[in-house]
C-alpha cells in the first residue's frame, strides 16, 4: 500500500487543522482502507481521552511550609515581565460526530469507551474484533460501518452489560426518572429506527451514518447515566 | 418545603435545623452529595462556609475537611439519609462540586468553578468562571451568565444558557436547547427531539455545531456575522433570508449559505426538522409548519412520518441523495474525482 | 529583613474573602500571608500541570516549590495585564521547562502509581481505572514527548503557543506532539 493516509494527517484531522477537502480526502480514503481505518479509529480514542483528563491535582499537604522558608526574608522584585499567553480553559469534551466515515468506524470503540467494563480491552483489540474485522473487509458503504458498529463485539456487550445493571436496578429509582428514562429511549430508539431505514434506501449517505453513530452514541450515554443512576441508589 | 407544613413539623419536633460556619482555611473545593431535596448557593465576601440545613430529626449533616476540600454529605442514623434543604454561603471564589439524586441546585454569583449534577430537579447556574457543567436527568438547567468552557446536559428537560461566553457544549434527548444572548467561541449542541434556538455571536475562526433529528432548528445571525453555514437535512425543509427574502431551499440537499466574510463555520445537521437562517430582527418571519416533518418530542415519531418515510426513502434511493452527495462533493472539494483510496 | 509581615495571623482567620486582586496588590507589597491564600487557591492546577509534565510525584513537589518561590520573586513584575491565574500558569510552564533543559535529557522511566491516584478523585465517578492507565502511559513517555503531550492536548495550548514556550520550530513541535500520541496509544495497546 502505497498511499495509506499519512500520520501527520491524521493528527492534523483530530487538531481541527484539516481543510474540508482534506477531510473528506481521508473519509474517502479510509472508506476503503480497513488499516487506515483502524488506526484512526484508535488514535481518536487515545486523544479525545487525554483531553478529558482532568487539568486539577490535590497537591500534598506542606509544600507550602518549604516555600515560606525559601521566601522568608525576601520581598518580591520588580522585573522585566515576562509575555504572557492566554490560559487556555478546556474545551468541552464534543460529544457527537462532525465528520462521517472515519468517526463510524471509531464509534464502535468509542461506544466501548462509555462502558466502564470494556474501556481499554477496546484498545487492546477484544474489544473491537468485530469493527476490525468488517473494517479490514474493505467495506465501502455506510451500511458496512453500521454492520460493523452494531455488531461489534464491545459494543454489544457493553449494550447488554448495561441494560442488565438498569433493569434490574430500575425499581430503585424514582418513578419520574423511570418514566423519564424510558421516554428518553423510545425516542433514541424512534430516531434510529428512522435512520435505519433511510440508510437501507440509500446505504453509502453519510449524514445518515453519521446521525446513525450519534444516536448510537447517546443511546450508550443514556444507558450509562441509568446504570451510574441505579449504582448510586444501591 | 411548603412553609406552614414546615412549621407544623418543626413545631412536632420532626424536622431539624442544621446552622453552622465553617472557616474557609484555604479550602477551594466545596464537595456536596446529596440524596433528596434541595441545594441552593450563595455567595458573600467573608472567608466562611455558611451551611443551614432543615432535615428530619435522624439525618445529620456530615462535614468533612481534607486539604482543600469541604465536603458535605447526610447521613442518617439507620438507613438512608432523606430530605434535605441546604442553604449554602461560601465565598464568591470557591469552586463546587453538587451531585444529587432528588434534588434541585440553584448556584448564584459562584466566581469559581461550577460542577452541579442531579438526575431529578432542576439546575440553575448564574455565574461561574472557568469550568461549568450542569447537568439533569429528567429536569431543565439553566446558566446565565458565565464564562469560560460550559458543559450541560439534560435528558428530558430543557436547557437553556443566557448572557454567557466561552466554548459551549449541550445534549438532551427530548428537550429544547435555547442559547440567546452568547457570545461563543464554539458552539456543540444536539438533541434527538428538542427544538434548538441559537441568539448569539459568530466569531471569526469560531466553529458551531448544531444537530437534532426530528426538532427545529433556528440561528438567529447578527447583522455584520461573517459565517459559512452548511446545513444538511435528510427530509426537512431549509429556510433562510440571508439575502433579503425568505427563501427555501430544496429538501434532501446540503445548502450552504454565507453571511458577511464567512469567518465563522456553522453546521447545521437535521433528519426531519426544519432550519431557519434568519437575519437578527427577523425572528418572527418564520415560515409556518405545513411540512408535517414534527418529531415530537416525549412522542416518538408521528405516525403521518413514519407512512411519509416509506415515500421518502423511494425518492432517496431513486437518487435524491446522489444528487446530494455529487453536489457536496463539487461544493467541497471543486471536483468530482477525487481518490478513491488505497486499497 | 528576618520575619514576614502579618506572619502571626492565619490565612484562614482573615476578617474577609479578598479577591485574587486585591491578594496580588498585598503580595506584591511584601505580605507573604496574601501569597499564602493565593498559594491555595492556585496550587492543585500547578500541582497537576507539575506531576504531569514530570511523571514523578517527588519531582512535581519540588517544581510546584520552585514555580510558586520564582512566582514571589517576580510578583512585583506582574501588571494585572492578564489574570494572575494566566501568568502564574505561564510562569510554572516557563520553571518546569527550564528545569527539564537543566537536567538534560532523561529516558523513560515508570512512575509509582500513588502519586496517578492524585487525580484519581477527580476521576473515581468514570473508569476509575482508566484514567490511572491512561496518566501511567503519559507518565512513561520520553520526557519532551511528555511536556509537549501534556501542553496540546491536556492544557490545551495551541502548537504554535507550544512552539514559543519551547524554543523549538513549530514543525519539531507538531512532531513531537504526534510521536508521544503514537507513543501513548502504543503502551495502551501494550
Same mark, same amino acid.
Given at each position: 500500500?502505497?498511499?495509506?493516509?499519512?500520520?501527520?494527517?491524521?493528527?492534523?484531522?483530530?487538531?481541527?487543522?484539516?481543510?474540508?477537502?482534506?477531510?473528506?480526502?481521508?473519509?474517502?480514503?479510509?472508506?476503503?482502507?480497513?488499516?487506515?481505518?483502524?488506526?484512526?479509529?484508535?488514535?481518536?480514542?487515545?486523544?479525545?481521552?487525554?483531553?478529558?483528563?482532568?487539568?486539577?491535582?490535590?497537591?500534598?499537604?506542606?509544600?507550602?511550609?518549604?516555600?515560606?522558608?525559601?521566601?522568608?526574608?525576601?520581598?518580591?522584585?520588580?522585573?522585566?515581565?515576562?509575555?504572557? =499567553?492566554?490560559?487556555? *480553559?478546556?474545551?468541552?469534551?464534543? &460529544?457527537?460526530?462532525?465528520? %462521517? !466515515?472515519?468517526? #463510524?468506524?471509531? +464509534?464502535?470503540?468509542?461506544?466501548?469507551?462509555?462502558?466502564?467494563?470494556?474501556?481499554?480491552?477496546?484498545?487492546?483489540?477484544?474489544?473491537?474484533?468485530?469493527?476490525?474485522?468488517?473494517?479490514?473487509?474493505?467495506?465501502?458503504?455506510?451500511?458496512?460501518?453500521?454492520?460493523?458498529?452494531?455488531?461489534?463485539?464491545?459494543?454489544?456487550?457493553?449494550?447488554?452489560? =448495561?441494560?442488565?445493571? *438498569?433493569?434490574?436496578?430500575?425499581? &430503585?429509582?424514582?418513578?419520574? %426518572? !423511570?418514566?423519564? #428514562?424510558?421516554? +428518553?429511549?423510545?425516542?433514541?430508539?424512534?430516531?434510529?429506527?428512522?435512520?435505519?431505514?433511510?440508510?437501507?434506501?440509500?446505504?453509502?449517505?453519510?449524514?445518515?451514518?453519521?446521525?446513525?453513530?450519534?444516536?448510537?452514541?447517546?443511546?450508550?450515554?443514556?444507558?450509562?447515566?441509568?446504570?451510574?443512576?441505579?449504582?448510586?441508589?444501591? | 418545603?411548603?412553609?406552614?407544613?414546615?412549621?407544623?413539623?418543626?413545631?412536632?419536633?420532626?424536622?431539624?435545623?442544621?446552622?453552622?460556619?465553617?472557616?474557609?482555611?484555604?479550602?477551594?473545593?466545596?464537595?456536596?452529595?446529596?440524596?433528596?431535596?434541595?441545594?441552593?448557593?450563595?455567595?458573600?465576601?467573608?472567608?466562611?462556609?455558611?451551611?443551614?440545613?432543615?432535615?428530619?430529626?435522624?439525618?445529620?449533616?456530615?462535614?468533612?475537611?481534607?486539604?482543600?476540600?469541604?465536603?458535605?454529605?447526610?447521613?442518617?442514623?439507620?438507613?438512608?439519609?432523606?430530605?434535605?434543604?441546604?442553604?449554602?454561603?461560601?465565598?464568591?471564589?470557591?469552586?463546587?462540586?453538587?451531585?444529587?439524586?432528588?434534588?434541585?441546585?440553584?448556584?448564584?454569583?459562584?466566581?469559581?468553578?461550577?460542577?452541579?449534577?442531579?438526575?431529578?430537579?432542576?439546575?440553575?447556574?448564574?455565574?461561574?468562571?472557568?469550568?461549568?457543567?450542569?447537568?439533569?436527568?429528567?429536569?431543565?438547567?439553566?446558566?446565565?451568565?458565565?464564562?469560560?468552557?460550559?458543559?450541560?446536559?439534560?435528558?428530558?428537560?430543557?436547557?437553556?444558557?443566557?448572557?454567557?461566553?466561552?466554548?459551549?457544549?449541550?445534549?438532551?434527548?427530548?428537550?429544547?436547547?435555547?442559547?440567546?444572548?452568547?457570545?461563543?467561541?464554539?458552539?456543540?449542541?444536539?438533541?434527538?427531539?428538542?427544538?434548538?434556538?441559537?441568539?448569539?455571536?459568530?466569531?471569526?475562526?469560531?466553529?458551531?455545531?448544531?444537530?437534532?433529528?426530528?426538532?427545529?432548528?433556528?440561528?438567529?445571525?447578527?447583522?455584520?456575522?461573517?459565517?459559512?453555514?452548511?446545513?444538511?437535512?435528510?427530509?426537512?425543509?431549509?429556510?433562510?433570508?440571508?439575502?433579503?427574502?425568505?427563501?427555501?431551499?430544496?429538501?434532501?440537499?446540503?445548502?450552504?449559505?454565507?453571511?458577511?466574510?464567512?469567518?465563522?463555520?456553522?453546521?447545521?445537521?437535521?433528519?426531519?426538522?426544519?432550519?431557519?437562517?434568519?437575519?437578527?430582527?427577523?425572528?418572527?418571519?418564520?415560515?409556518?409548519?405545513?411540512?408535517?416533518?414534527?418529531?415530537?418530542?416525549?412522542?416518538?415519531?408521528?405516525?403521518?412520518?413514519?407512512?411519509?418515510?416509506?415515500?421518502?426513502?423511494?425518492?432517496?434511493?431513486?437518487?435524491?441523495?446522489?444528487?446530494?452527495?455529487?453536489?457536496?462533493?463539487?461544493?467541497?472539494?471543486?471536483?468530482?474525482?477525487?481518490?478513491?483510496?488505497?486499497? | 529583613?528576618?520575619?514576614?509581615?502579618?506572619?502571626?495571623?492565619?490565612?484562614?482567620?482573615?476578617?474577609?474573602?479578598?479577591?485574587?486582586?486585591?491578594?496580588?496588590?498585598?503580595?506584591?507589597?511584601?505580605?507573604?500571608?496574601?501569597?499564602?491564600?493565593?498559594?491555595?487557591?492556585?496550587?492543585?492546577?500547578?500541582?497537576?500541570?507539575?506531576?504531569?509534565?514530570?511523571?514523578?510525584?517527588?519531582?512535581?513537589?519540588?517544581?510546584?516549590?520552585?514555580?510558586?518561590?520564582?512566582?514571589?520573586?517576580?510578583?512585583?513584575?506582574?501588571?494585572?495585564?492578564?489574570?494572575?491565574?494566566?501568568?502564574?500558569?505561564?510562569?510554572?510552564?516557563?520553571?518546569?521547562?527550564?528545569?527539564?533543559?537543566?537536567?538534560?535529557?532523561?529516558?523513560?522511566?515508570?512512575?509509582?502509581?500513588?502519586?496517578?491516584?492524585?487525580?484519581?478523585?477527580?476521576?473515581?465517578?468514570?473508569?476509575?481505572?482508566?484514567?490511572?492507565?491512561?496518566?501511567?502511559?503519559?507518565?512513561?513517555?520520553?520526557?519532551?514527548?511528555?511536556?509537549?503531550?501534556?501542553?496540546?492536548?491536556?492544557?490545551?495550548?495551541?502548537?504554535?503557543?507550544?512552539?514559543?514556550?519551547?524554543?523549538?520550530?513549530?514543525?519539531?513541535?507538531?512532531?513531537?506532539?504526534?510521536?508521544?500520541?503514537?507513543?501513548?496509544?502504543?503502551?495502551?495497546?501494550?
Amino acid at each position: 500500500m502505497t498511499n495509506h493516509v499519512p500520520p501527520e494527517k491524521i493528527h492534523d484531522l483530530l487538531d481541527g487543522l484539516a481543510t474540508a477537502a482534506q477531510r473528506e480526502e481521508i473519509e474517502v480514503h479510509v472508506a476503503s482502507c480497513g488499516a487506515c481505518r483502524d488506526e484512526l479509529a484508535r488514535m481518536t480514542d487515545v486523544v479525545m481521552a487525554i483531553r478529558d483528563l482532568p487539568s486539577v491535582g490535590q497537591a500534598p499537604e506542606g509544600i507550602w511550609d518549604s516555600i515560606e522558608a525559601r521566601i522568608s526574608g525576601t520581598q518580591p522584585a520588580v522585573t522585566e515581565d515576562a509575555k504572557v =499567553l492566554a490560559l487556555p *480553559v478546556k474545551e468541552p469534551v464534543r &460529544r457527537r460526530f462532525h465528520f %462521517t !466515515v472515519p468517526q #463510524l468506524a471509531a +464509534a464502535a470503540l468509542l461506544v466501548s469507551l462509555l462502558s466502564s467494563a470494556s474501556v481499554w480491552m477496546a484498545l487492546s483489540g477484544t474489544g473491537t474484533s468485530g469493527a476490525s474485522a468488517d473494517a479490514s473487509g474493505g467495506g465501502q458503504t455506510a451500511s458496512v460501518w453500521v454492520a460493523s458498529l452494531e455488531t461489534d463485539v464491545g459494543y454489544a456487550q457493553a449494550v447488554s452489560d =448495561l441494560e442488565m445493571i *438498569v433493569e434490574q436496578g430500575r425499581n &430503585r429509582l424514582a418513578p419520574e %426518572t !423511570v418514566a423519564a #428514562l424510558d421516554q +428518553a429511549m423510545q425516542n433514541i430508539d424512534a430516531a434510529l429506527a428512522e435512520v435505519r431505514r433511510a440508510l437501507e434506501a440509500d446505504p453509502s449517505s453519510g449524514i445518515l451514518g453519521r446521525m446513525l453513530a450519534n444516536h448510537q452514541m447517546s443511546r450508550l450515554r443514556l444507558l450509562r447515566q441509568a446504570a451510574s443512576a441505579v449504582q448510586a441508589v444501591s | 418545603m411548603n412553609g406552614m407544613f414546615f412549621g407544623a413539623l418543626m413545631a412536632l419536633g420532626m424536622i431539624q435545623q442544621t446552622d453552622t460556619l465553617i472557616p474557609v482555611e484555604g479550602a477551594t473545593l466545596l464537595d456536596l452529595q446529596a440524596m433528596s431535596g434541595s441545594v441552593v448557593v450563595e455567595v458573600w465576601d467573608r472567608p466562611e462556609v455558611s451551611v443551614r440545613a432543615e432535615h428530619s430529626r435522624r439525618t445529620s449533616v456530615r462535614i468533612d475537611r481534607r486539604g482543600s476540600r469541604i465536603a458535605l454529605e447526610a447521613e442518617a442514623r439507620r438507613g438512608p439519609a432523606n430530605h434535605v434543604d441546604y442553604q449554602l454561603t461560601v465565598p464568591a471564589s470557591m469552586n463546587l462540586k453538587i451531585e444529587g439524586m432528588l434534588v434541585s441546585i440553584t448556584v448564584n454569583g459562584a466566581l469559581g468553578t461550577v460542577e452541579a449534577e442531579t438526575l431529578q430537579g432542576d439546575v440553575a447556574v448564574y455565574g461561574g468562571r472557568g469550568n461549568i457543567k450542569a447537568a439533569s436527568m429528567s429536569g431543565s438547567v439553566l446558566v446565565e451568565g458565565a464564562e469560560g468552557s460550559i458543559d450541560v446536559e439534560s435528558v428530558a428537560g430543557s436547557i437553556r444558557i443566557v448572557n454567557s461566553s466561552g466554548d459551549i457544549v449541550g445534549e438532551t434527548i427530548g428537550g429544547p436547547i435555547t442559547l440567546d444572548g452568547v457570545r461563543a467561541a464554539s458552539v456543540d449542541l444536539g438533541s434527538v427531539g428538542g427544538d434548538i434556538w441559537y441568539d448569539g455571536t459568530f466569531a471569526p475562526g469560531g466553529t458551531y455545531f448544531f444537530g437534532t433529528h426530528g426538532g427545529v432548528v433556528t440561528l438567529v445571525v447578527p447583522d455584520g456575522a461573517g459565517a459559512q453555514f452548511e446545513v444538511s437535512t435528510v427530509m426537512g425543509s431549509i429556510f433562510d433570508n440571508l439575502g433579503g427574502d425568505m427563501r427555501e431551499s430544496e429538501r434532501g440537499e446540503r445548502a450552504r449559505f454565507e453571511s458577511g466574510d464567512g469567518g465563522a463555520i456553522v453546521e447545521v445537521e437535521t433528519f426531519g426538522g426544519r432550519v431557519h437562517i434568519l437575519r437578527q430582527g427577523t425572528e418572527g418571519d418564520v415560515p409556518p409548519r405545513g411540512d408535517g416533518m414534527a418529531f415530537v418530542p416525549g412522542m416518538g415519531v408521528s405516525p403521518d412520518l413514519t407512512d411519509l418515510l416509506d415515500g421518502v426513502a423511494h425518492a432517496v434511493s431513486a437518487g435524491l441523495s446522489v444528487a446530494f452527495r455529487d453536489h457536496h462533493k463539487a461544493e467541497d472539494t471543486g471536483r468530482d474525482d477525487r481518490p478513491a483510496g488505497g486499497n | 529583613m528576618g520575619a514576614l509581615p502579618d506572619s502571626t495571623d492565619d490565612p484562614g482567620s482573615e476578617r474577609a474573602v479578598e479577591s485574587v486582586e486585591d491578594l496580588v496588590r498585598r503580595a506584591q507589597d511584601g505580605d507573604a500571608r496574601a501569597f499564602e491564600m493565593l498559594y491555595r487557591r492556585t496550587v492543585d492546577r500547578v500541582y497537576a500541570l507539575c506531576l504531569r509534565m514530570s511523571g514523578d510525584g517527588n519531582e512535581a513537589t519540588e517544581l510546584v516549590q520552585d514555580v510558586f518561590v520564582r512566582a514571589w520573586e517576580r510578583l512585583g513584575s506582574f501588571r494585572g495585564d492578564s489574570l494572575f491565574t494566566t501568568w502564574l500558569h505561564r510562569l510554572a510552564v516557563n520553571v518546569i521547562l527550564q528545569d527539564r533543559r537543566s537536567k538534560g535529557r532523561r529516558g523513560a522511566r515508570e512512575v509509582a502509581a500513588p502519586d496517578l491516584e492524585r487525580f484519581g478523585r477527580v476521576a473515581r465517578r468514570s473508569m476509575p481505572g482508566t484514567r490511572v492507565d491512561l496518566e501511567r502511559a503519559i507518565a512513561s513517555l520520553p520526557e519532551k514527548a511528555r511536556a509537549v503531550l501534556v501542553l496540546r492536548d491536556v492544557e490545551g495550548y495551541k502548537y504554535d503557543e507550544i512552539a514559543r514556550m519551547t524554543g523549538v520550530t513549530l514543525g519539531t513541535v507538531k512532531a513531537q506532539i504526534h510521536r508521544a500520541r503514537g507513543l501513548t496509544k502504543k503502551a495502551l495497546e501494550a
